[in-house]
């Protein structure tokens, strides 16, 4: 049984963020440097055991990451304005070995046989966007988030697929690597109908039917099915036998926010909440990370049995502030 573990630092209590604010990424032991359009009088750090800041010139601050989480930081300036900044202290999770993993397999113990960092797998990542007609404010922030993430992402040995949907699915552009073409996918979205959450994320996994490498699907939603012929059942069930990652993000309040966490969890993703569409270009900074910090790990499964059940696999890091997302099991 082969694994792909994504180690991912695990997420502290972090104030609300201000729309005006920056959100600025730090490592633990590693610093960057804030510069100022004006003269700093003065900064405050709301926990200083989270990240240290030190004036180092008129104009620029050195910000020091110390322990993962979150924390608020803001500038003032000589003239009396402010610059606001949420920092997002984490965990460099690079540098694992095979020895801070253990794999166990329906509760039993499993030697690892192989282990490697992967970080030339060839992305394939579908941007599933609701479209339907309560989408409509929303759906231009989307739209730039989503070409946003391809503009990060896609390399030349990598592909992107756009997916709308409203009351059905519908492939807007094939997995390409032009960002020209994945840009005129998302061009001109119109958002009305209801909504086939279900059906779509079966059809989306049928599309990656075939394709190999590192899968991974994105979707953002802001309701709860409407109009799907599948259950959530077999969603999901299709989703623990494709292999698919499955990055689930609810938009609102009008969510099932247990199902999509299921998903995402069963697959070795994550479930991002939200409140609004500016919020969404920071989510995509975050599964872009994920998809480029990932260990191959692979066991000879002890089970012989012929039943072909469903089998829990459970991996886990010996490392404090980390948690590993993979799969959580597979048919035999």
Do not use: C
């Not at 040995?157 to 998302?186: C, E, M, Q, W, Y």
């Not at 259950?231 to 309040?253: M, P």
């Not at 969404?280 to 012989?304: G, H, P």
């Amino acid at each position: 049984m082969v694994q792909s573990a994504r180690p991912t630092p695990v997420p502290a209590n972090q104030a609300e963020e201000s729309e005006a604010a920056q959100t600025l990424h730090l490592l633990v032991g590693r610093s960057l440097v804030i510069t100022s359009p004006a003269r700093i009088k003065r900064v405050s750090l709301a926990d200083p055991n989270i990240a240290e800041a030190i004036v180092i010139s008129p104009t620029q601050v050195l910000l020091n990451g110390k322990t993962p989480g979150g924390v608020s930081l803001l500038i003032w300036d000589e003239a009396g304005q402010s610059q606001a900044f949420e920092v997002s202290v984490d965990i460099d999770v690079l540098g694992l070995s095979q020895k801070d993993f253990s794999v166990s397999e329906d509760g039993v113990r499993q030697t690892v046989t192989r282990f490697e960092r992967v970080d030339d797998l060839p992305i394939h990542a579908a941007v599933v966007l609701d479209s339907s007609g309560s989408m409509e404010k929303a759906l231009p922030q989307a739209r730039d988030a989503a070409l946003g993430f391809f503009r990060d992402t896609i390399k030349p040995k990598d592909r992107g697929a756009v997916i709308t949907f409203n009351d059905h699915p519908n492939i807007g552009v094939k997995f390409s690597n032009d960002l020209d073409t994945l840009a005129g996918g998302l061009a001109g979205l119109k958002a009305e109908r209801g909504t086939s959450l279900w059906d779509t994320i079966i059809f989306t996994l049928f599309y990656f039917n075939g394709v190999k490498g590192q899968r991974a699907i994105l979707l953002l939603t802001d309701g709860r099915d409407e109009n799907s012929r599948f259950n959530f059942d077999d969603a999901l069930d299709d989703a623990r036998r494709s292999g698919v990652t499955i990055y689930t993000i609810g938009l609102g309040d009008d969510i099932d926010k247990r199902k999509l966490t299921k998903l995402s969890e069963e697959t070795g993703g994550r479930a991002f909440f939200i409140k609004s569409a500016a919020e969404l270009a920071a989510i995509y900074a975050k599964i872009q990370e994920d998809l480029r910090s990932q260990y191959l790990v692979a066991y000879q499964s002890t089970n012989t049995s012929p039943e072909t059940n469903f089998r829990t696999v459970d991996v886990k890091v010996d490392r404090s502030g980390v948690e590993v997302k993979t799969l959580h099991g597979y048919y035999p």
